[in-house]
């Protein structure tokens, strides 16, 4: 009798345990398909319009440039290294704006990976950094 007991209480424990870990283990190749999907309509997604005020250069920099150009590892030049700057700001500013907006070489990406920048937001950023090193429009030889 208490055999039988206990082999019942064995089969419904098996049986709990069976159901957790199935509830633990939702179809993950059907969400795995679907993320993969989700990655996928991301990346080809327009981006979300910006229905705030127009952002400051500084708030431009921090939220998307200062992901590479804070940090020395991607080959960014950092803000405040002015050596840099002023070779930079030396090709005038409708150069660099070209180069925000449509990329630059391997790293610098299309307008600085904030495709929902307007230009003026992407040139207030190029302003500030260039400002970090002293550098004015006004300073700056050619086109301005
Ligand atoms: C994914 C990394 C990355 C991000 C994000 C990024 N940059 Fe850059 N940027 C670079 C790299 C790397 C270079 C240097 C390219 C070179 O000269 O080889 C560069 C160069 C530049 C230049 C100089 C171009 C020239 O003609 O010499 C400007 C201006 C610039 N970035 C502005 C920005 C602004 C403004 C943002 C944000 C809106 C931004 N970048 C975001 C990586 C990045």
């Known amino acids: 009798m208490t055999v039988y007991r206990s082999m019942i209480k064995l089969v419904f424990l098996l049986g709990l345990a ?13 969400t795995k398909i679907d993320g993969t999907q989700g ?3 991301e990346m080809h997604r327009p981006p979300e319009p910006w229905k ?5 250069g500084a708030k431009v920099y921090a939220d998307s440039c200062a992901t590479c150009h804070a940090r020395t590892t991607q080959g960014a030049p950092l803000p405040d290294d002015d050596v840099e700057w002023r070779m ?28 929902n920048c307007s230009d003026a937001e992407l040139k207030a950023a190029v302003l500030y950094i260039l400002g970090q090193s002293g550098i004015t429009p006004g300073s700056m030889s050619a086109n301005k």
């Open 88 to 115: 930079r700001a030396g090709k005038g500013m409708d150069v660099l704006m070209a180069h925000v907006i449509d990329g630059y070489k391997e790293l610098m990406p299309q307008r600085g990976g904030c495709p």
């Open 18 to 30: 069976t159901n957790a870990f199935a509830a633990a283990q939702p179809d993950t190749k059907q």
């Open 52 to 56: 705030g005020p127009p952002r400051s």
């Open 39 to 41: 990655y996928r309509d």
